[in-house]
């Protein structure tokens, strides 16, 4: 083998070991996800809560939202519900008004996205004379439990400041593409998001369901202008040493795309912000955990590093299969030949991949749901070109909106 052969085998080695480690952490880290306390709200409501949508041409969704969380389980006087009608040109403002929710119309197109829609208002609330305890965030398109409110305030009360709720899905049984959602959130939720929980790690926030401490916000600023703010935040929190947590009993739900044309352009907005963010804080956050040797910035850094990983991970795949096709013009060596026998591999990838059903096990999905693993290693694919794309794409800032539809209410939910 050549120099160059050989420093190309040397990085394809380092590369391997690199995906081998953190796959066998997260693994690992994700049967702490087995147990689960469920938690009941024991304090009486004490805590205040700006309720902000943030909402672009909503009129099909807005109306069942607002009734949902006037209808929550907490004291009225105690919560206010703001929608940010945001460059609407729909009746999303009327709506608002005539559901009793109080309409906060923003027109600019040069600072466009959620992000900024979300900074805007939350400068408004700092001048306004009334002030909240806190800042609870949903999407226009969510659906509420109605004792979210209580679980935050229960976490408030015990001194978290970033809380997380759980992230459910409103329409699962629309579409095989609505599924694959859902199927993802359950993984998602008990074998990422509860395990961080039960260790005390930081919690990655979703984008929706977030509730925010008002003197941390106006502390650190919003500053999340990215298209995956809730990437950002969550960086920033970390960065400062504040965790968000889980509340894996305050549930939202969510609606999610229909179709495959619908979920690439959310997702690749999803990958593109989440490729920014990392290049912005994945190194500062890695040196910062290894300089004062906290698990938890690690674990964020990681978390962080998905995109890349996935890149990797398919490289690697592309590189041994070209191998296997060529071998006389591809001569790298497969760690998984050297280090342990087949038979170690295959327990590996059932362990790895029987998570999934597990997780779906473990938070008593629907029968209908497990239908859905049929076409599920589909949507697991697009995620390759997907995130390609997303990589050469990553400067892209344009906010693309994604529209909904179902405009059903909280009694019509079927998990």
Request: net charge negative; proline share 4%; charged share 20%.
């Amino acid at each position: 083998m050549s120099i160059l052969g050989t420093i190309a085998d040397g990085i394809f080695i380092a590369l391997q070991v690199l995906i081998g480690v953190t796959s066998a952490y997260l693994a690992t880290l994700a049967f702490f996800g087995l147990r689960h306390k469920k938690e009941v709200p024991a304090s009486p409501p004490q805590k205040s809560f700006a309720v902000i949508v943030a909402a672009h041409n909503e009129e099909e969704v807005i109306e069942p939202l607002i009734d949902n969380l006037k209808k929550m389980d907490y004291p009225s006087e105690l919560y206010d519900i703001y929608v940010i009608c945001d460059n609407c040109t729909d009746n999303t403002a009327q709506i608002v008004r005539n559901a009793g929710a109080i309409a906060c119309e923003r027109f600019d197109d040069s600072r466009r996205g959620k992000g900024y829609a979300i900074e805007w208002m939350l400068d408004r609330l700092w001048e306004q004379e009334k002030q909240y305890d806190a800042v609870v965030m949903f999407d226009a398109d969510n659906l509420v439990a109605t004792d979210f409110l209580r679980h935050m305030n229960e976490k408030l009360l015990k001194g978290d400041r970033v809380i997380q709720g759980y992230l459910d899905t409103k329409n699962p049984y629309d579409s095989w593409i609505a599924i694959s959602y859902a199927i993802s959130y359950y993984f998602t939720n008990r074998m990422w998001q509860l395990p961080r929980f039960n260790l005390g790690l930081a919690n990655a926030l979703g984008g929706t369901g977030i509730c925010i401490d008002t003197p941390l916000l106006k502390e650190m600023g919003w500053g999340a202008h990215s298209l995956t703010e809730d990437v950002e935040f969550t960086a920033r929190c970390v960065e400062r040493g504040i965790y968000p947590t889980w509340a894996h009993d305050a549930i939202v739900y969510d609606e999610k795309p229909n179709t495959l044309k619908a979920s690439w352009n959310q997702r690749m907005r999803w990958m593109q912000g989440h490729f920014d963010c990392a290049s912005r804080f994945l190194i500062p956050l890695l040196a910062k955990s290894i300089k004062t040797r906290n698990w938890a910035m690690l674990d964020a850094a990681l978390y962080l590093f998905q995109p890349m990983r996935l890149l990797i991970i398919l490289l690697i795949t592309i590189i041994l299969y070209l191998q296997l096709v060529m071998p006389e013009w591809w001569a790298v060596t497969d760690i998984q030949e050297i280090l342990f026998p087949t038979e170690f591999w295959t327990v590996v990838s059932i362990l790895i991949y029987g998570q999934l059903p597990l997780a779906m096990i473990l938070e008593k999905a629907n029968w209908r749901a497990y239908l859905g693993l049929v076409m599920y290693p589909i949507f697991l694919i697009t995620w390759f070109p997907i995130t390609v794309i997303a990589f050469f794409t990553k400067n892209n800032k344009t906010w693309s909106h994604t529209v909904h539809s179902r405009g059903i209410r909280v009694e019509e939910l079927s998990r």
